[in-house]
């Protein structure tokens, strides 16, 4: 081999390594939420927000992005797959924002402060479980805002057909009515106290079969508006049940925990910003599961992006203002 | 519960749905590929990003720690048994883990898929200076070639088809891995197919899947003309 070869061996590596740096040093920078809004004044400081990757937290992290841009702040969105891969950032303030369901995030920190088998703290009352759970998010470094009326609970519902035959609204209606009802849930519905185990013990209801689709699935819904089962779990923020002929019965003696969503916030970071609380506030304030659930079919059926119906909710709202 | 329609008042309510609305559903839609160019485009850049970041930084780590084992068998087993070992940490794992130290970062994923790298690079990088015949160092260091003067300008070159052999291996590889970085938030174009494959968004998942193919065989054709230019010597012998 000869010199001139060496050379360019040398040249090429030179310039392959010369690209890459150059390339590569933005690497290091996130994406950020963008969806810039426009608002006035100078920025207030930059926060990262995160939060899990399903299309219910998405659109969330959307309105809490926007509102919170609008208020000045600079905001990265990093929305991962688990609850606990964040909820360490959020406690070591690496994360200051997240939107969180009430009670998932309340046992999440009750299993974490006093273990896998601790009496659980939330029940259906949302006063009670957000002072409960407000106690515990404390000690953890975090403070929850105010709660949105919206709540996604596990929620049952029968095809409207069936509903006006038998006159049901309520689960107790159909545990009065004594019909034997074969029910599409979770696998691990049976043992559980807000499935299989509670409708039975609480609400009386004849539950002669139950089969193991998944929680609001296709397969589930489709089960039940073809007359395979008479009752299907899904969510209450699920929008497209209506399409598919189905009505929700009404959880009257209170069986769900509250799982209204909720802004959880680093504590130290908080103090310094007064007025990221009172958008968030401002947000939860209008959000109701019925608006809620629109959105979830924007993005889930009609395929819309969750910044632009996000946006479309806060201009609707008057909350960009 | 209303009607689905009213949060996007303004919305066109076409006759027909668009195809990749879930009423249609299409694997194939051009449409969605027009419409969320500008979000396929940042996740495609951010994923090249952290394939060519991690394969470099991979890269380097493997020529240091090839230079410092070669000569020492027992280090040399060490080193290869270690690197296939953390091979086989789960990526979920792996990220999990790191992202106590580095956060939701860019980093966690850069040093996650350097380290998974290591198990071909560095197995490649040893057998390319394996494969320098001794009659060559022997006759380069009978012309008084010093060790760092032999390394660069008889061994470098003479191993490099091996090991640029491994880098296309590891490259295409990490391709593939990084779309598992969606668990703390950076992976390119695997942020959005694990949301397609959630929501059984078939345009989302076939298009940033065929992305990342596209992606993986340009890479490897660019490493694959860049070894050319540099081993002239080689050419018309298979790469």
Redesign the interface.
């Known amino acids: ?1 000869n010199s001139t ?2 050379r ?2 040398r040249r ?2 030179a310039s ?1 390594a010369a690209v ?1 740096a150059l ?2 040093l ?3 920078g ?2 950020d939420g963008d969806s810039d809004n426009g608002s006035g004044g100078e920025s207030k400081g930059s926060l ?1 927000l ?1 939060g899990q ?3 219910e937290m ?1 659109i969330l992290a959307e309105l809490y992005t926007q509102v919170l841009e609008n208020e000045g702040y600079d905001v990265t ?6 609850r ?3 909820m ?2 959020l406690t070591d303030n ?2 200051q924002v997240v939107p969180e369901y009430l009670s998932g995030i309340g046992d999440f920190l009750n299993k974490q402060a006093n273990g896998d088998t601790a009496e659980p703290v939330t029940s259906n009352n949302v006063e009670e479980t957000v002072a409960a759970v407000g106690a515990l998010a404390e000690t953890a470094g975090v403070t929850l805002l105010e709660p949105a009326e919206a709540t996604d609970q596990n929620a049952y519902a029968v095809t409207k057909d069936f509903a006006d035959e038998h006159s049901l609204s309520t689960l107790s209606d159909l545990g009065a009515s004594g019909l034997p009802v074969k029910l599409a849930a979770a696998p691990d519905c049976k043992d559980r106290q807000d499935c299989g185990k509670g409708l039975q013990e609480v609400y009386g209801i004849d539950l002669t079969e139950i089969l193991p689709l998944g929680f609001g699935s296709r397969e589930g819904k489709d089960a039940a508006t073809s007359g395979e089962v008479q009752l299907v779990q899904v969510a209450t923020t699920d ?5 598919d002929g189905l009505v ?1 019965l009404e959880d009257d003696k209170g069986l769900q925990p509250a799982q209204n969503l909720i802004p959880a916030v680093n504590t130290e970071w908080l103090a310094d910003n007064e007025d990221a609380a009172s958008a968030l506030n401002a947000l939860s304030a209008k959000l109701t599961t ?2 809620l ?3 979830n ?2 993005v ?6 969750p910044t632009d ?1 996000a946006q ?2 806060l201009e ?1 709202e008057g909350l960009l203002g | ?4 329609a ?6 066109v309510v076409a006759a027909d ?2 195809c ?4 249609v559903n299409a694997w194939v839609c051009p449409e969605y590929v027009t419409r ?1 160019a500008p ?1 396929l485009w ?1 996740a495609t850049v ?1 994923h ?3 394939t ?2 991690s394969v ?1 930084l991979g890269f380097v780590l493997a020529v240091a720690l090839a230079l410092v084992a070669r000569r020492r068998a027992r280090l040399r087993s060490v080193l290869l048994g270690s690197t296939t070992l953390v091979y086989t940490i789960p990526s979920l794992a792996m990220f ?1 883990l790191l ?2 130290a580095t ?5 966690t994923v ?1 040093i996650g898929l350097a380290l998974y790298s290591l198990s071909i690079l560095v197995r490649n990088v040893l057998a390319g200076l394996d494969g320098v015949p001794d009659e060559v160092v022997e006759a380069a260091t009978g012309l008084g070639y010093g060790r760092v003067r032999l390394l660069l ?1 008889i061994e470098a ?1 003479l191993a ?1 088809p091996v090991v640029m052999a491994g880098l296309r291996v590891a490259t295409v590889s990490t391709v593939a891995l990084v779309t598992l970085g ?5 992976g390119g174009l695997g ?1 959005m197919l ?2 397609g494959l ?2 059984s ?1 078939k345009a989302q998942v076939l298009t940033t899947s065929v992305l990342c193919v596209v992606l993986a065989v340009v890479l490897d054709l660019l490493i694959v003309a ?1 070894t050319r ?5 080689t050419r018309g012998a298979a790469v």
């Open positions: 081999m070869t060496l360019r061996a090429g590596a392959l890459v390339i590569a933005p690497a290091c996130g994406d990262t995160s990757n399903f299309t998405q969105q990093k929305l991962v797959d688990t606990d891969i964040y360490a950032q690496n994360v929008g497209a049940l209506e399409d929700l019925d608006k659930a629109d959105m079919v924007a889930d059926v009609d395929r819309e992006k119906v479309q909710f609707d | 519960m209303s009607l689905a009213g949060v996007l008042p303004h919305a749905p668009p990749y609305s879930r009423a969320y979000e940042d951010q090249i990003l952290l060519v970041a470099v999990s992202a106590q956060g939701l970062s860019a980093t850069v300008r070159p490099l969606t668990i703390v938030a950076y942020n694990a949301n959630d929501d968004f860049f230019l540099v081993t002239p010597w």
